[in-house]
């Protein structure tokens, strides 16, 4: 996955993903659970091209590259859960 910053500040971060919705929807929900996440939000310019922008907007206590990075191991945690449950399984 590239990943091209496009604007950071402590308050904001915008980003440029090769993604699509999949990933960006789930990344949004992840981040908007976070009590110091303002704005989480992506837009897919064009639906052919796997390509996003994804922006976050932080309250101040953290920055918006902490919020991100905290939500990326959120879910990569429930990631190896779920694929833990589901090798458990008959």
Do not use: W
Not at 43 to 69: C, M, N, W
């Amino acid at each position: 996955m590239n990943v091209t910053i496009i604007k950071e500040s402590k308050k904001e971060l915008k980003l440029e993903l090769d993604e699509g919705h999949s990933f960006c929807n789930l990344l949004q929900k992840i981040l908007l659970e976070d009590e110091e996440v303002k704005i989480a939000g992506y837009d897919v310019p064009h639906p052919l091209f796997k390509k996003a922008i994804f922006y976050i907007q932080v309250s101040g206590r953290e920055t918006a590259k902490e919020a991100l990075k905290k939500a990326l191991e959120k879910l990569k945690t429930q990631t190896e859960e779920f694929m833990k449950k589901f090798d458990e399984s008959p």
